[in-house]
């Protein structure tokens, strides 16, 4: 066997985040943090044209969602080590809080959370 990842991969990020925040937010109850939660959305109406007749869905995964209770706080978009974010990126993490309830006031793009960067 060879193994093929060599880098620091976005969830060894997570990891360290998931350490930072709870440091951050010593407060926190357990399980407040999500890891890679998925969504689904219903679109009744679309930009793009639909025939109607079938339902159109979405899905996406977020990185970290952060609660307090069933409260959202956060979402933080995350990439690899030495990826930067870019403004996609950013729209990705906003479109989340948009769609939880009540909408979390931090949306952090964090590449370099834990190093401060």
Same mark, same amino acid.
């Given at each position: 066997? +060879?193994?093929?990842? &060599?880098?620091?991969?976005?969830?060894?990020?997570?990891? +360290?985040?998931?350490?930072?925040?709870?440091?951050?937010?010593?407060?926190?109850?357990?399980?407040?943090?999500?890891?890679? &939660? +998925?969504?689904?959305?219903?679109?009744?109406?679309?930009?793009?044209?639909?025939? $109607?007749?079938?339902?159109?869905?979405?899905? $996406?995964?977020? @990185?970290?969602?952060?609660?307090?209770? @069933?409260?959202?706080?956060?979402?933080?978009?995350? +990439?690899?080590?030495?990826?930067?974010? &870019?403004?996609?990126?950013?729209?990705? $993490?906003?479109?989340?809080?948009?769609?939880?309830?009540?909408?979390?006031?931090?949306?952090?793009?964090?590449? @370099?959370?834990?190093? $401060?960067?």
């Amino acid at each position: 066997m +060879k193994q093929l990842t &060599t880098a620091p991969t976005e969830a060894d990020l997570e990891a +360290k985040i998931h350490a930072a925040v709870l440091a951050a937010f010593p407060w926190l109850p357990p399980g407040s943090l999500r890891h890679q &939660t +998925k969504f689904e959305f219903k679109f009744g109406h679309r930009i793009v044209q639909i025939d $109607g007749k079938e339902v159109s869905k979405v899905q $996406g995964r977020s @990185d970290v969602l952060v609660f307090h209770n @069933d409260t959202p706080l956060a979402v933080l978009e995350l +990439k690899r080590e030495g990826l930067p974010l &870019t403004q996609e990126d950013r729209e990705q $993490g906003l479109s989340y809080a948009r769609m939880l309830h009540p909408r979390p006031p931090l949306v952090e793009p964090a590449p @370099d959370f834990c190093t $401060g960067r």
